[in-house]
């Protein structure tokens, strides 16, 4: 008998063709959140490259109102993503995209967490992590994956960045679970 767990599953394809090859851009320029301490990108501001466990480090903690992004980042209002205690979780993907925080999420950000390949903007990846709402720990890769090593078993939700075909199994009676790409081509 096969069984599948419930999984938490977000999808985000942000491209304008998919004609165009990738090409490796430096990360610096490919993928980033500009944060800002007041709504309408505006007051202190600060450009992240990168993933955040904790932004006490940079004076961030607790501040943001409003950003503009490229790629898929995650706001969450404790350190470690979340790690310990399960709260609010904030997600937005686009290109050069400008939000507010909604005023729920505002001034209670602690980590941030970029998800997607750390290179090739919009680039075939899949993220697993181990608590819902893209909270806890992850693994991560561009290939596929017949073995997932420490996340077998504890997937909780998954984002797919790009726009291959993947095809995620999970099974019972201790199988290991996978993820495999479709080719179609």
């Known amino acids: 008998m096969i069984t599948v767990a419930p999984l938490f599953l977000l999808v985000v394809a942000v491209s304008f063709t998919t004609s165009l090859p990738q090409q490796a851009v430096p990360r610096a320029t490919a993928v980033y959140a500009n944060v800002y301490s007041?709504?309408?990108?505006?007051?202190?501001?600060?450009?992240?490259?990168?993933?955040l466990?904790?932004?006490?480090?940079?004076?961030?903690?607790?501040?943001?109102?409003?950003?503009?992004?490229?790629?898929?980042?995650?706001?969450?209002?404790?350190?470690?993503?979340?790690t310990q205690n399960q709260d609010k979780v904030y997600w937005a993907a686009g290109i050069d995209y400008f939000f507010n925080f909604p005023e729920e999420y505002r001034n209670v950000i602690s980590s941030m967490r970029f998800v997607g390949h750390p290179d090739i903007l919009n680039a075939d990846y899949w993220t697993l992590f181990d608590m819902t709402l893209y909270q806890g720990d992850s693994v991560s890769g561009t290939e596929?994956?017949?073995?997932?090593?420490?996340?077998?078993?504890?997937?909780?939700?998954?984002?797919?960045?790009?726009?291959?075909n993947w095809t995620v199994f999970t099974f019972s009676y201790g199988a290991p679970a996978s993820i495999l790409r479709l080719d179609l081509s």
């Open 53 to 82: 466990t904790n932004l006490s480090a940079n004076y961030f903690e607790d501040t943001m109102d409003s950003a503009i992004i490229t790629g898929m980042w995650v706001f969450y209002e404790n350190v470690n993503y979340n």
């Open 38 to 51: 007041e709504v309408d990108q505006s007051g202190y501001n600060f450009k992240f490259t990168d993933s």
């Open 144 to 164: 596929d994956a017949t073995s997932l090593g420490g996340m077998e078993g504890r997937a909780a939700s998954m984002a797919l960045i790009g726009n291959a």
